[in-house]
């Protein structure tokens, strides 16, 4: 199992996941460019101490991401997908694909993604935070899978 952001906005977003990264000892890659300098200090700020424990893979861009050798299937989570994340079937070496903040994923990573799955919510709402969604996806596909620590 692994996170994969992309091109992410907010640096506390990016800290708060690395933490849950660290915590749940799942790798994470930063698909860049990045809305902010890596080394913000938000980011650090919000990943503690637990930034550093995190196995962290900067990608300098999609076509660099998509290069490198990946275990199993791409799962990109959207407020856009129409199935819910607790009605598919995650499998141990899924990569999570969660888009930036301000703009989700262009189409042509949508086309690319095995999946596309959503966190079902209220429908008169827009979108959850990225990190609270980070989790919630995480600690599901973990469930599934028996990869919960």
């Known amino acids: 199992m692994r996170i994969a952001l992309f091109q ?7 800290g708060t996941i690395l933490r849950l990264s660290a915590c749940f000892g799942v ?8 809305g ?11 990943g503690m101490d637990y930034a550093a424990l995190a196995h962290v893979a900067r990608h300098a861009d999609w076509e660099v991401f998509r290069a490198a050798p990946a275990p199993g ?3 990109l989570l959207s407020s856009k997908a129409s199935g ?3 009605d598919f079937a995650f ?14 994923v262009p189409e042509d990573v949508r086309t ?9 919510m209220r429908a008169d709402l827009r979108s959850l935070n990225l990190a609270v ?3 919630i996806a995480l600690a599901e596909a973990l469930r599934q899978t028996g990869q919960l620590p």
């Not at 992410?8 to 990016?14: K, L, T």
């Open 84 to 86: 819910s994340l607790y």
């Open 91 to 104: 499998e141990a070496d899924d990569q999570l694909l969660f888009g930036s903040e301000s703009a989700g």
């Open 112 to 120: 690319r993604a095995d999946a596309a799955v959503r966190i079902p």
């Open 133 to 135: 969604s980070a989790g």
């Open 8 to 14: 992410p906005d907010i640096a506390g977003n990016v």
């Open 73 to 75: 299937r791409l799962v």
């Open 36 to 46: 902010f300098p890596f080394s913000d200090r938000a980011l650090k700020r919000a």
């Open 27 to 34: 790798p994470c890659d930063i698909i860049e460019p990045c």
